[in-house]
């Protein structure tokens, strides 16, 4: 994704880059989420949340 984002800001296209970043931040939360969920769930004894 790095590369696409690089790729179309090196032509000046920054609505690509724009998408580029904003479906790459989008997946980012989404991971961090899904690791969240499996900390919640494989370390229930530590109490967070």
């Known amino acids: 994704m790095g590369h696409f984002i690089q790729y179309y800001a090196d032509f000046s296209d920054y609505p690509?880059?724009?998408?580029?970043?904003?479906f790459m931040s989008?997946?980012?939360?989404?991971?961090?989420?899904?690791f969240d969920l499996l900390q919640r769930r494989l370390l229930h004894w530590t109490g967070k949340r």
């Open 16 to 22: 690509k880059v724009l998408a580029g970043m904003l």
């Open 26 to 34: 989008l997946v980012i939360v989404l991971i961090m989420e899904l």
